[in-house]
Structure formats: structure tokens, C-alpha cells
T-cell receptor, first 112, second 113 residues
Framework: AQKVTQAQTEISVVEKEDVTLDCVYE???????LFWYKQPPSGELVFLIR??????QNEISGRYSWNFQKSTSSFNFTITASQVVDSAVYFC?????????FGAGTTVTVRA | DAGITQSPRHKVTETGTPVTLRCHQT?????MYWYRQDPGHGLRLIHY???????DKGEVSDGYSVSRSKTEDFLLTLESATSSQTSVYFC????????????FGEGSWLTVV
């Protein structure tokens, strides 16, 4: 069975602060994929990143960065210099065999 | 834009009535999914399809059926709607270079009264 845990339910920060979202996963598979999705207040689910289990290289995309550590089964997400538009629910997810298992999500509120 | 269209986007229905949600994709992706999203539960897989007439159950399939008679359409039917099925329903497809990136439609808000 697969499981994704996002221990942080809500995070509130002031604009320009950095935010790190934690994601811990469990799987017995050796090949799997990890994802992060953003759900803004408008409700759609926006794909942010996919990482496969054989690629532990960290990734940076603009103000977003991801830290994948297989040894601790973690795939953490950092937003640098947060902006009000980053306010959303962020979901971590895990898949193998083409089926996604989601964490419960972390609500990020960025105050101006 | 992953070329996914869900209909209807919003629906209010009465308990006991059948309801069908439609997911349409334009890019011939093999895998399609239906998820529901509820507060405190995140997103949970209802059913998925891996080809025409090939479907399988997810973790919360009771009370739902699906059909896929064409590659582009994946239908979710609530056979007799109950208030516990009030939810937001998302369709998704698996795409990307290796077909392992899952993209979601805009969601269908269903209220059962």
C-alpha cells in the first residue's frame, strides 16, 4: 500500500518569507513517481512537478524548489520569497502503476 | 492545457436520482481517472480506465459506475445519488513523455439534496 503524509495542515506567512512544505511517503515499490500540485482558491488542480524514484537531483523552477531524499522518503517543496498569489492548497502525491495517492494537502496563506 | 473537459461543471440533484458526469479528452490518452475531493480526505480515486471498455475500481468505488465506450470519453454514473456523494469530482488523464504525469480537469461540483 502507498501512503503520503503532509503533516502541516496550514501555514501562514507574510509576503516575502520562505515557506517549506513537508511530504513524507511510504511505498514498497522501487519505481515510483512523486508529484506536487497546487490548488488555488478557484479550485483547479495545477501540476507543478514530477520526480521519478531514480532521480534524486534537486530541482529549482523560479521561486519554487524541491528536495527529494530517498533515504528519508521525503519530497519537500520550498517557495522562496512568497507572494500573495502563492496562497493555495498544495498536494503531494505518489504513483506507481498509473494511480495517484494524495496527501491531505497543506493550506498556505500568504499575507500582504 | 491537457485538453480535458468536464460536464456539467455544477449540478444540484435530489437524493435517489441517477447522475452522470462526463469527461472528454482531445488527445487520445489511454489512462483516464475519476477522483472525488472532500474536506479532510483530500483526493480519492473512484474508478479509472486503461483503455476502451477497460476499467477498474479505486478506493471509493461503492455507489459509482463508469463506462468508456470511446477513447475520448469517460463517464461516471451515480446510480442513486446520496447526500454523502456531495463532492467535487475531478477527471484526470495520464500524459507526458512516459505517460506518467497526471493532469486534471477543472472539476464538477455536485450537490445532492
Amino acid at each position: 500500500a502507498q501512503k503520503v503524509t503532509q503533516a502541516q495542515t496550514e501555514i501562514s506567512v507574510v509576503e516575502k518569507e520562505d515557506v517549506t512544505l513537508d511530504c513524507v511517503y511510504e511505498t514498497r515499490d522501487t519505481t515510483y513517481y512523486l508529484f506536487w500540485y497546487k490548488q488555488p482558491p478557484s479550485g483547479e488542480l495545477v501540476f507543478l512537478i514530477r520526480r521519478n524514484s531514480f532521480d534524486e537531483q534537486n530541482e529549482i523552477s523560479g521561486r519554487y524548489s524541491w528536495n527529494f531524499q530517498k533515504s528519508t522518503s521525503s519530497f519537500n517543496f520550498t517557495i522562496t520569497a512568497s507572494q500573495v498569489v502563492d496562497s493555495a492548497v498544495y498536494f503531494c502525491a505518489l504513483t506507481n502503476d498509473y494511480k495517484l495517492s494524495f496527501g491531505a494537502g497543506t493550506t498556505v496563506t500568504v499575507r500582504a | 492545457d491537457a485538453g480535458i473537459t468536464q460536464s456539467p461543471r455544477h449540478k444540484v440533484t435530489e437524493t435517489g436520482t441517477p447522475v452522470t458526469l462526463r469527461c472528454h479528452q482531445t488527445e487520445n490518452h489511454r489512462y483516464m481517472y475519476w477522483y472525488r475531493q472532500d474536506p479532510g480526505h483530500g483526493l480519492r480515486l473512484i474508478h479509472y480506465s486503461y483503455g476502451v471498455k477497460d476499467t477498474d475500481k479505486g478506493e471509493v468505488s461503492d455507489g459509482y459506475s463508469v463506462s468508456r465506450s470511446k477513447t475520448e470519453d469517460f463517464l461516471l454514473t451515480l446510480e442513486s445519488a446520496t447526500s454523502s456523494q456531495t463532492s467535487v469530482y475531478f477527471c484526470a488523464i495520464a500524459a507526458g513523455i512516459s505517460g506518467n504525469t497526471i493532469y486534471f480537469g477543472e472539476g464538477s461540483w455536485l450537490t445532492v439534496v
